[in-house]
Structure formats: C-alpha cells, structure tokens
C-alpha cells in the first residue's frame, strides 16, 4: 500500500509513520511520499533521510485556494495512494479536496476532541484548568477538525507543567495511535460509513 504524509513543520508523526512501516506496526506499506507547504519544513529533511520522495507545494504559487488543492490533488494521485495522513499540515483544505480524499484521509489533532478544535490547544488547556488533556485521530470531512473520531489517547495536566511538557507528553501518545489508526484503515478494519467510523464492524 502507499501512504502520501502531508506536512508543516517538524514532522515527528511523520517519523513515527515512517518507522511504523518498518518495524511492523504498519504492514505492507511505505510512505511513497511527502509534501509540504513550507520549504524549510524538517520533516523535508526526514523524508530525505529515508529515501522517500519528498516535495513543497507553495501557496503563494497558486492564485487562490481552488487551484492550489487543485495541483496538490493531482501531485498525490500520482502516487495512487491508499491513504493521505494530514501529519501537522496547517492549511484549511477545501470541500472539493476533502470529498476526493472522503473516507481515505486522516488527520491528528492535539485535544480530546470535540474539545479545544483549531489552534494553541495546550495553551487553551492549561489556561481552563483541565487536569487531562490529549490527542484524537480523525477522518477528515469538510468540517475543521469535525470529522469522526477514531482513537484518542489522554495525558495527565500537572500544576507545575509547562506547556512544552505538555506538548511533549501529547507527542509521545500521537507517535503510538496514529501508526496503530493507519495500519487499521490500510488493513481495511476501519472505515467510514454514514459520516462514523467503523472498526471491525462496530461504530465508534
Ligand atoms: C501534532 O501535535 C499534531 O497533533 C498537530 O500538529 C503537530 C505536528 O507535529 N496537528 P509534528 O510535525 O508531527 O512533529
């Protein structure tokens, strides 16, 4: 199976999709691409390390959002993935991409959804007070960060914890769910049915 990961930034759940293809986690599957919005992006870099096709689609090449999902589209499917893994990719996508993608495109987003969507979320959580905070894997539909959850994974909130504590111990748990939720949709115990996900039969 192929995977195509799109990126912003660092890219550790990259990484950590990279290494679930080869030590098991993920069967029969490699990452066939990378793309970024952001030249400078690191994870560029890990891709690079790992023999990967990687490549940047820059939105200030495209007139306007229609055009640049629209060559972003076309860029992916030349892989003929299985998969899209939204890995830290911070553009809003349009109805159009996502429907292309419907049932086939995932995303990871750091708060127990449907609490803290959008940005800053450890900020967000710390500031209210929560003692837990977390991540949750999602089928990406046309609304932000709206789409079926699929697994999430919760993290203690201690007084004393800065929010770069906290972003690191919601890393360590997305590096674990979103190889285990990919290896889940490549296998095909998980899918989307009337807007739920569905694993092994029974809805989420
Ligand atoms: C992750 O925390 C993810 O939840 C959010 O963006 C971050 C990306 O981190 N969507 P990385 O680039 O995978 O290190």
């Not at 490699?30 to 096709?53: E, F, M």
Request: proline share 3%; aromatic share 6%; charged share 20%.
């Amino acid at each position: 199976h192929n995977i195509v990961v799109l990126i912003s930034g660092n890219g550790s759940n990259l990484q950590a999709i990279i290494d679930g293809c080869s030590n098991g986690i993920i069967n029969n599957s490699q990452v066939a691409a990378v793309i970024s919005n952001k030249a400078d992006a690191y994870g560029l870099k890990r891709a690079q390390r790992a023999n990967i096709d990687n490549l940047c689609v820059t939105a200030t090449d495209y007139a306007n959002r229609q055009d640049y999902d629209q060559a972003l589209m076309e860029k992916i499917d030349a892989y003929q993935p299985d998969v899209i893994i939204l890995a830290g990719f911070m553009r809003i996508l349009s109805a159009n991409f996502v429907n292309h993608y419907q049932g086939r495109m995932l995303n990871i987003h750091p708060s127990l959804l449907p609490k803290y969507s959008g940005l800053n979320t450890h900020q967000r959580a710390i500031d209210a007070g929560d003692k837990e905070h977390g991540t949750s894997v999602h089928f990406v539909t046309e609304q932000l960060d709206g789409g079926p959850v699929i697994l999430q994974a919760k993290v203690p909130i201690f007084t004393e914890d800065s929010v770069d504590d906290v972003i690191e111990r919601v890393q360590q748990q997305e590096h674990k769910i979103y190889p285990l939720v990919t290896q889940w949709l490549l296998s095909q115990r998980l899918s989307m049915q009337n807007g739920y996900a569905v694993l092994d039969g029974n809805r989420l």
